[in-house]
């Protein structure tokens, strides 16, 4: 798009332009961390005072931001961490960066926002870009924004510029980061998306401008949605497969051969993080306001929800396979993350599993390399045990939530007596139930495994169960 040079844009370009971050999260920080080391001068907000003092120590709590490079820019003073909302008077910019969970009655909790957005109005002046990071329903950034400051008198696209651009960090992604992941980002006025293009074009590779920040804030919402509706397809067809005695991993991989039309997913024990499990929710609450029911997310939801239980029975079959029952039974469980190899259990469907087998009575331990403790339903802390391969044999079942890359599968399978595998991560063997395969198999299966020469001259192997 063309541009017209501006005294904000002319900051921007030499340097000189101070940025803040309010909320120094998952998201946060990497971005506060990527502005710092492209040369500006980066104030990171937040009201946890022990994440500022870990950071004025050089210290990362963030597992894709090194203790390095948060060291780097403390020491050479271009990042600024504080719990002291006064100093959005000294900014030319700010990216809001703070949680958007729901509350109890599964309705956007918007009070971090509107919190952001005070200290905001106590400290504001003209020419400032602001920028909404946080994941929210669309129409959120001319609500509690545009609205609130056009209140205290400062017109949009005048006095201040005010952009939506979704934050789409995957937190423990080895390939795509801030600075390589396009950003999509839509200004209230077309001079609003010029300066927040502008901004961003110094540290992202692609910047996607939209129309408005409506669309922007759509665009998040329909990428997590899409997720969280074919996963729940997927785990519907797990369950089926189950049902029809087929194995749903196999299924896949056959389906997966298809060069066009199909794409895979896969089954799992729910789903976790902050925005699959989320996301679709803003989006059916804001349409339900213009009279519009979602069934699709709806039904997504419920199936994704149900599949915990799901689980629970695949660990009752397992062990009823060796005459014992959940009560009583020792159960150690690998993995608590949500996902493989990041220490973030948020919405982890393995909480509420851990919850529904305490409560069967199951004597249980967990394992996990990363999230070393989580809070129970009561608020005591629950602890991650060693993992010694040695003493594998002791448990009843091993239960696999999360495929870490630390475990050694062979070793697992080897020692475990029984073990239910919700991520197939393991050979089909006597001792192994799988999510999606029927349990009465188990003691049955046993591969061929067999190479099929492709004809550009790679192997392929299939896993043919007799």
Known sequence: MEMQSTRLMEKIRQQKAVIGVIGLGYVGLPLAIAFAKAGFTVYGFDVDTEKIKTLKAGKSYVIDSKDEDVAAIVESGHFKPTADFSGIRLLDAVSICVPTPLNK??????????????????????????????????????????????????????????????????????????????????????????????????????????S?????????????TFRSINIAFINEMAMMSDKLGIDIWETIEAADTKPFGFMKFSPGPGI??????????????????????????????????????????????????????????????????????????????????????????????????????????????????????????????????????????????????????????????SNVVKLGAPTNNAEKNFIVKTAVIHRKGYFRTYQIRK
């Open 105 to 210: 009655s599964h309705e956007p909790d918007m009070s971090y926002i509107i919190s952001a957005v005070n200290d905001i109005k106590k400290n504001m002046h003209t020419d400032f870009l602001i920028t909404l990071e946080s994941t929210t329903y669309p129409g959120t950034t001319e609500e509690l924004i545009e609205k609130e400051l056009a209140a205290e008198g400062y017109a949009v696209g005048k006095d201040y510029f005010l952009c939506f651009s979704p934050e789409r960090i995957d937190p423990g992604n080895a390939v795509f980061h801030t600075g390589n992941t396009p950003k999509v980002l839509g200004g209230t006025t077309a001079s609003c998306t010029e300066h927040g293009v502008f901004l961003y074009q110094q540290i992202v590779e692609q910047i996607v401008p939209v």
């Open 212 to 224: 408005c920040p409506k669309v922007a804030e759509m665009t998040k919402l329909l990428e997590n």
């Open 272 to 429: 976790g993080g902050h925005c699959i499990p989320l996301d679709p929710m803003y989006l059916s609450w804001k349409a339900r306001a213009s009279n519009f029911y979602s069934k699709f997310i709806e039904i997504a939801q419920e199936t994704n929800k149900g599949m915990p239980n799901y689980v629970i029975s695949k660990v009752s079959e397992a062990l009823n396979l060796r005459s014992r029952s959940i009560r009583g039974s020792r159960i150690l469980i690998l993995g608590m993350a949500y996902k493989p190899d990041i220490d973030d259990v948020r919405e982890s469907p393995g909480l509420e599993i851990y919850e529904l087998l305490k409560g069967y009575g199951a004597i249980l331990d967990y394992n996990d390399p990363y999230a070393r403790s989580f809070k129970d339903k009561n608020g005591d802390k629950v602890e991650s045990v060693e993992l010694d391969y040695a003493h594998i044999g002791a448990y009843d079942c091993i239960l696999l939530l999360t495929k870490h890359s630390d475990y050694d599968y062979r070793i697992i399978g080897e020692k475990a007596k029984m073990i239910v595998d919700t991520r197939n991560a393991f050979e089909h063997q």
